[in-house]
């Protein structure tokens, strides 16, 4: 029951993502796909890069990516990602 909540929530992140690709006039140029990083105490549940995975492939957005995988230590990769956004807005 709890996958369904999972994959609906799962759903609305790659959907945002993909319009906001899709909405951006000037994608850089990767000569490489881009690996994808999960993390935060979202990703942690058994089977969630998987769950992800899937849905995100089949979302087809408009950046190549070599692979999805989790963060080496999730729930501080997202606070330091977090502090590093905060810092560079100063």
């Known amino acids: ?16 993502i993909k319009q906001a690709f899709s909405n951006s006039r000037n994608l850089p140029k990767q000569k490489r796909p881009l690996p994808v990083i ?3 105490g979202t990703a942690l549940p058994e089977g969630f890069r998987d769950r992800f995975e899937k849905i ?8 190549p990516t070599s692979e999805i995988r989790m963060a080496a230590d999730p729930l501080h990769t997202s606070a330091k990602g977090a502090l590093v956004a905060a810092l560079a807005d100063l």
């Open 1 to 16: 029951m709890l996958g369904v909540y999972y994959d609906e929530m799962i759903q609305s992140l790659v959907q945002g």
């Open 38 to 40: 999960l993390s935060g």
């Open 56 to 63: 995100f492939k089949e979302a087809n957005l408009p950046i």
